[in-house]
């Protein structure tokens, strides 16, 4: 198994996430696992280094589909490494003879059709740990109770939960970044982003502006009424579209569907505001402009000083796959259950008393594994 310590971008995106830095490029590709389809040989385990992983999970993709139907927390095992998804590819139609029947012709009936089915392996896992020492004896000389003195440490332990809080949330959403990097990357390969995009990768403002023949710019759009009608109704045609089976809205170009019980959208604050306040409250009937339930966040990566959209809906990142994205004017993510997750696992504590020096320390780990599946139906909406 291929483990990689995070302890630096946890570090680091905690910066970002309480206003000290604006954000900076991160490299994700120690974080998130993309999975192979080849599952090679030296997969081994870290103590004696000739054991095997074993597959501790087989996921088969096997979703029944329904003509006209219209967080990222995943399951968790114990045994095992690795997490194999296999899935299948719909067949070809060919000719019904029946109703082409010639005579003296034969009919083979024992043709063979084979199947086509694909494995993907994901083997990474990221960790960390934050430490604490403990050391009652030396600080009771400053307190007047044993009350006093668990009060205050508790108070030392809750700073570490908030640690280990924004530590998860932070790289859950990193993982939800490196999927947009690449979405971005597989429209325009690191070319300007101002286009209008494709059917995964939509720039609201381009086709707003291209449509109405406006040159409203993505500051100005956030106020615009017009542009909120125009973004909610583009929204609400994906939500719809990515239940039909396509190939249009995966970066690898798989046949997907999406039902709406399986779409996970979340959202953008600055946006979502504004589409509450510059549209709800002047329309009569808000069932027509009304957006879907979204999970809310404040920022993709980080806040910047003051919360200034320039800096609440940008990405400055380096992906797993090593392309360099910098976009800016994000506003919402929709995708797929199974596009990307974390399989959180393994929270610990250790500790050790040091008899000589009369204290205890104590470490704080997780281990957990971050994925992007690039299979699975993957959609950004932006402005630039």
């Not at 995943?74 to 003879?97: C, H, L, Q, Y």
């Not at 109770?145 to 790289?171: G, I, P, R």
């Not at 709800?280 to 879907?292: A, C, G, I, P, R």
Request: one cysteine or more; hydrophobic letters at 40%; proline letters at 3%.
């Amino acid at each position: 198994m291929e483990i990689s310590q995070v302890h630096e971008i946890v570090n680091e995106a905690a910066e970002q996430t309480l206003g000290r830095e604006n954000p900076v490029q991160e490299d994700l590709g120690n974080l998130v696992d993309i999975g192979n389809e080849i599952f090679d040989n030296e997969q081994v385990d870290r103590w004696v280094r000739s054991l095997m992983n074993r597959i501790g999970k087989v996921q088969f993709v096997n979703r029944g589909y329904r003509s006209g139907a219209p967080s990222i927390m995943m399951d968790d095992w114990e045994f095992g490494s690795v997490m194999e998804k296999i899935r299948s590819e719909m067949p070809k139609a060919t000719e019904n003879e029946s109703w082409n029947l010639t005579p003296g012709a034969s009919y083979d009936p024992n043709v063979f059709y084979g199947s086509v089915a694909r494995a993907k392996f994901f083997n990474k896992m990221t960790t960390f740990e934050v430490p604490k020492s403990i050391a009652p004896m030396q600080i009771k000389q400053s307190f007047s109770s044993a009350t006093q003195l668990n009060a205050f440490t508790s108070m030392l332990l809750n700073e570490v939960d908030k640690t280990m809080t924004v530590a998860f949330d932070d790289l859950a959403m990193r993982t939800i970044n490196n999927m947009i990097g690449e979405t971005f990357w597989d429209a325009f390969e690191g070319a300007a982003i101002t286009g209008p995009g494709n059917a995964k990768c939509v720039n609201l403002l381009s086709r707003y502006n291209t449509l109405f023949r406006e040159e409203l710019t993505a500051e100005a759009a956030l106020t615009d009424p017009s542009f909120l009608r125009f973004a909610t109704m583009q929204m609400d045609l994906t939500f719809s579209r990515l239940t039909k089976i396509s190939t249009l809205f995966n970066i690898g170009g798989r046949e997907r569907f999406t039902p709406h019980s399986l779409q996970h959208f979340v959202m953008l604050a600055n946006f979502k505001a504004a589409a509450d306040i510059f549209l709800q409250s002047t329309t009569f009937h808000d069932n027509y402009t009304k957006l879907k339930a979204a999970e809310e966040v404040p920022f993709w990566q980080g806040s910047g000083s003051g919360y200034e959209f320039s800096n609440a809906s940008k990405i400055y990142i380096k992906t797993s796959e090593g392309h360099e994205i910098e976009a800016g004017g994000i506003i919402a993510v929709l995708f797929d259950h199974e596009a990307l997750g974390m399989h959180g696992y393994n929270n610990r504590t250790t500790s050790n008393y040091n008899g000589k020096a009369e204290f205890t320390n104590y470490w704080y780990k997780r281990d957990a594994r971050y994925f992007n599946d690039f299979d699975e139906n993957f959609v950004v909406f932006y402005v630039a």
